[in-house]
C-alpha cells in the first residue's frame, strides 16, 4: 500500500477527539430535512451511520442553520428548536453506536437567502448590500439584506451559543462554526460586504470583532478544545476574490483565533494546491502561524492528502465528493481498491 495511505489510515488525537484515523467526512448541504421543522429523519440517520461503520475519523455535518432568518434554501436542518435537537440526538446516537465521531456545523447564511426562504424577513448582513447571484436550488436573485443592528448582532451571537448548547444536549462531539464561503460571519470579515462604521467594521482585524465575539460564545458552550472554526478567501456569491495581502490576512485571522484560544482550524478552498502568495498554498500559509490541528480540504484524493500529512501541512484530510459516491469509503483505502466515481445526478438526488 502507498506510503500516504498509511498516514491518512493512522490513529490521531484532535483537540479532544481520539479519532480512529485522519480522514473527516467534509460538511455537505444536503437538503434532506423537513423544511417546514428543520428535522431530519431516518434517511439523514443512516447516511451518517454508514459513514461512521465504515471508519471515517471524523464526520463535519452539512451545514446546520441556527435560525430560522439564517436559513439559505428548502430543506436545510436547525439546531434551535427541541424537536430538532431530538432528530440529531438519534443522528449522534448511531453514529456513536459504530464508534464514530461527529461534530455539528453551524450556519448562518446572512445576505445569501430570499424572504420566501426566511419566513418572510429580509436576510440579515453587515451591510445593506445585495449579493450578486441566485438562491441555491430556488432560482430568484438573492434578496436586499438590511444591515444588522447592534441588536441584531447580539441576539445572533447568542443564537450561535445556544446553537452550540443544542448541539451539545443532542450528543454531538463539538462543533465546527462556518465562517467561510461569503456567508454571514465572512460578510462581516470582508470589505466588499461589509462598510460599517463602528466596532464591528473597520480594517481587518476590527471586522473579525463579530467572528471573535461568535466563537467566544461557542467555546463557552462547546468547550476550545471541540470548537473549531472553518474560514476561507474564497466566496460563493464572489467565485474570483482573493486577500490582497493573502499571508498578512492569514496572520491576522490567526492572531484572533489564538486570542479566542481554540485548538482546530478548518481552512477552506477549492483547490488544494492553488499557490496564493509566496509560493505557499492557504494551508502551508496557515501552518506558518498555526501549530494547533489544521483540517485540510479542497478537491483532495488520498495521495495528494496523505503525503500532505507526511509534510506536516495538515493533520487531518476531508474528502467530500468521494465519500458520496463511496460509503465504504475507509475499507477502500484501507484494502487499496479503487473508488467509485462520483456522479453528481445519481449522488445529490438521494442519499446513499
Known sequence: MDHAYHRLLEPVKAGSWNLRNRIC?????RCFADDETGVVGEDVIDYYRKRA??????????????????KGTFNLPGLFTKA????????????????????????????????????????????????????HRFGKPFDMPEEMSLQDIKETILQYRLAARNAMLAGFDGVEVHGAHGYLIDQFNSDISNIRTDQYGGDLAQRLTFMKEVLMAVKQEAGADRTMIRFSALKDDVPDYMW????????????????????????????F??????????????????DGIIVGVGNLNPI?????????TIDLAAFGRPLLANPDFVQRLTENRELKQYDGKKHLSKLL
Not at 431530538?86 to 453514529?95: F, I, L, N, P, S
Not at 496564493?276 to 498555526?290: A, C, D, E, M, P
Open 25 to 29: 467526512m467534509a460538511p455537505m448541504t
Open 53 to 70: 461503520a465504515d471508519g471515517v475519523g471524523l464526520i463535519i455535518t452539512e451545514g446546520i442553520v441556527i435560525s430560522s432568518r439564517g
Open 84 to 135: 430538532q435537537i431530538e432528530g440529531w440526538q438519534r443522528v449522534t446516537d448511531a453514529v456513536h453506536e459504530e464508534g464514530g465521531t461527529i461534530i455539528a456545523q453551524l450556519w448562518h447564511v446572512g445576505r445569501l437567502t430570499h424572504h420566501q426562504i426566511t419566513g418572510g424577513f429580509p436576510p440579515q448582513a453587515p451591510s445593506a448590500i445585495k449579493a450578486i447571484g441566485h438562491v
Open 244 to 271: 490582497e495581502d493573502s499571508e498578512t490576512a492569514i496572520k491576522t485571522f490567526i492572531q484572533v483565533f489564538k486570542e479566542v484560544g481554540i485548538k482546530n482550524l478548518h481552512p477552506s478552498t477549492n483547490h
Open 273 to 290: 494546491n492553488q499557490v496564493i502568495s509566496n509560493g505557499k498554498t492557504f494551508h502551508q500559509l496557515v501552518r506558518k502561524y498555526w
Open 304 to 312: 495528494l492528502a496523505g503525503n500532505a500529512v507526511h509534510e506536516n
